[in-house]
């Protein structure tokens, strides 16, 4: 009922992720920066399978919901979701994810550093990614099947490597749609030059240390400048940037767009 203030029809809720993500950090500064906290408004933890299980019955039943929200993401695919304006800027500006490798990958493993360098798609290809594994592919044959699909990227990211012969490698990432998609495509990718590769789901902190500690080679996972912003700084000097491997994201809160009295986070508060 668009009449009614949203905030006790919701108890007060934004439906979150798991707590180790950085767009958790993000809007617990959202809620303090907008005094949404003096309105009792609180942050919940879940995980991403709850909240969007949450966000499909909420759609289906067309009731209000506030959930964290990033692109690229199948949920924007999938379901109609706009993203609230956020005038105080809390969650930056569009993001792009980087690739952060060890120190020492250049000298020890310069095919795999080289290929790493260079992987680099757009949200639209990762989306298509996800698609077939949020349907039920597994990753690997997702990636696969991509990669068979798109062959001038792969022969761009390959292009002039010679071939390794089982070196192994490993790649760690958090078990996110996105990062499970990227993840998988430069694994396979890899595998196709001769490396032997090895992907590790963690948490967020333990895949960052893993690089800080030459436990693991690489990861794409690095959402920035802001969502993973607090573990770059934490590692800062310990890994090595090869750049953008993804332009365009976005992180902040979303609503379904039949909420069309509720745009901006300032909204919550009427
Ligand atoms: N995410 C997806 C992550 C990065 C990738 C937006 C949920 C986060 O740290 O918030």
Redesign the pocket.
Known sequence: NETQKLGPQINYTITG??A???????TTKVIAAYGLDQANWQLQTSS?AAMTSTLQKAIRHKQPIVV?G?QP?WMFTKYPLKFLKDPKGVYGKAED?HTIVRKGLKHDAPQAYTLLDRFYWTPKQMSSVMLKVNAGQDPAKAAQAWLQKHPAELAKWTKGLAKVHGQKLTMTY?A????IASTNVVAEALKTIGYDVTIRPME?QPMWASIATNAADAQV?A?LPN??GKYYADYKGKFADLGVNLKG?Q?GLAVPTYMTKINSINDLLH
Not at 20 to 26: D, H, I, L, N, Y
Not at 176 to 179: A, I, L, Q, R, V
């Open positions: 992720i798991d180790g993500a950085g767009v958790m950090g993000s991403t964290t990033w993401h994810i958090v996110w749609d996105s990062e967020i996972s959402w969502t993973s994201a992180v």
